[in-house]
């Protein structure tokens, strides 16, 4: 049998802590003959009912409501103090809301312990024991849940597999990696075959090249098991690469919930088209629509058209459209073309961000529009001051409700 937590690591185990039935002999299978996790008979799907949380006079998650298919992988993306760790601390059970319900499979699990909510979890910090080796770390779930020694070697060399760290099943956990040892935390996650796997921005830790290995490894895995992920993180890259659909919080509500491309391409008002990677917002004043494309006046008195975001109305409104979507050309003759928007500016500045040019383009009356052009080979970036125009496909522009 593997030590215990010392004093103070109860609460990182919290959700380990399941007490199963006594021991039982048990014949070695395939799939270990074990008890039985509580949630070891659920599908996976989750559902929030108006979840609140106030601290004092703030309320940090505001009527969260969202349902996660079974399989699904769902991540709940927003900047710092958005509500998206406190959101996952409720579901986990850590943290009790002020209002609403967590329902899973159905069930209404708001007043549950953790530890009878059956979810693995991955947390920021990596939540390792330093006193015992990989093998043991992993164990840890099943020896708290009094799994058959055979059923746990096979087990946990079945999760170790997984995430390529059989060779290091006796080493000690402080000769690790932080990204060997995200690995030791994931398979101490799955080692159990929960349904439902919650993950706390497990990857901030770790540099870049890193973040994209186990973000594939991690994605690889949830597929493979067929498991539902809810995944916390503040990197739209991150979440995009990732997810099956997306949450974005601000202020502790959603604004929004979609697959990536839908979120990205048609943000539901100027924050997620912000939030969600560079965008030009053009301001301007909704003047006329026929069928669903809108006609925006900007400040300097050009006219723009685009597709209409739901609930835009005439008055005050935004165009966006990304960098990626406008074309650039040497020149200054703008020329009518009822598909396209045309703008004459000249370049401000170009950045060479490796695999892309960044022009920053003045435009009289408008604030400066961001170009983005692949870095091909053989195209020389034009300098500072070539007269310049823009050209984007309407329906590659939105337009947005104004910002109060």
């Known amino acids: ?69 079974p399989g699904e992988f769902f991540s709940l993306l927003g900047p710092s103090g958005s509500g998206k760790t406190t959101t996952l601390m409720m579901i986990a059970g850590f943290v009790h809301p002020d209002g609403g319900a967590i329902l899973v499979d159905g069930e209404d699990v708001t007043a549950a312990p953790p530890q009878k909510r059956g979810f693995g979890m991955v947390f920021q910090n990596y939540a390792i024991f330093p006193h015992l080796n990989v093998f043991e770390n992993v164990a840890f779930p099943l020896r708290a849940r009094r799994w058959v020694e055979d059923a746990v070697a096979e087990r946990v060399g079945w999760a170790l597999e997984l995430v390529r760290l059989r060779r290091f099943a006796d080493r000690d956990a402080r000769q690790l990696s932080g990204g060997q040892q995200q690995r030791v935390a994931l398979a101490r996650a799955i080692v159990f075959h929960p349904p439902i796997v919650l993950m706390d921005e497990p990857l901030g830790a770790l540099d870049k090249n890193l973040r994209f290995e186990m973000q594939v490894e991690i994605k690889d895995i949830q597929q493979r098991l067929g498991m539902t992920v809810l995944y916390v993180t503040h990197d739209q890259e991150e979440a995009m690469s990732m997810s099956d659909r997306i949450a974005i919080l601000n202020r502790g509500r959603i604004n929004q919930i979609g697959p990536p ?14 939030f969600l990677g560079e965008a030009n917002l053009i301001v301007g004043t909704v003047v006329g629509a026929s069928g669903d494309l809108v006609r925006l006046r900007s400040a300097s008195g050009r006219e723009l058209r685009a597709t209409r975001a739901d609930g835009v109305m005439e008055g005050p409104g935004l165009l966006f459209v990304r960098p990626e979507r406008i074309g650039i050309a040497p020149g200054n003759s703008v020329l009518g073309d009822p598909s396209a928007n045309m703008l004459a500016g000249t370049v401000r500045r170009c950045s060479f961000l490796g695999n892309i040019l960044r022009y920053a383009i003045d435009i009289d009356g408008l604030s400066p529009i ?16 070539a007269a310049v125009v823009l050209r984007w496909p309407v329906g590659d522009s939105l337009i947005l409700p104004g910002e109060p």
């Open 1 to 69: 049998m593997g030590r215990e937590p010392r004093e103070g690591q109860f609460d990182l185990v919290e959700m380990d802590s399941v007490i199963a039935e006594p021991r039982q002999t048990a014949t070695p299978a395939a799939e270990p003959a074990a008890p039985v996790p509580v949630a070891a008979t659920r599908c996976g799907a989750i559902e929030l009912r108006g979840l609140t949380k106030r601290y004092g006079d703030e309320t940090v998650v505001d009527g969260a409501a969202v349902s996660i298919a």
């Open 261 to 274: 491309g839908e979120v990205y391409e048609r943000p539901a008002n100027p924050f997620v088209g912000r």
């Open 370 to 385: 961001t170009v983005d052009l692949q870095n091909a080979a053989g195209i020389a970036p034009l300098p500072t001051g």
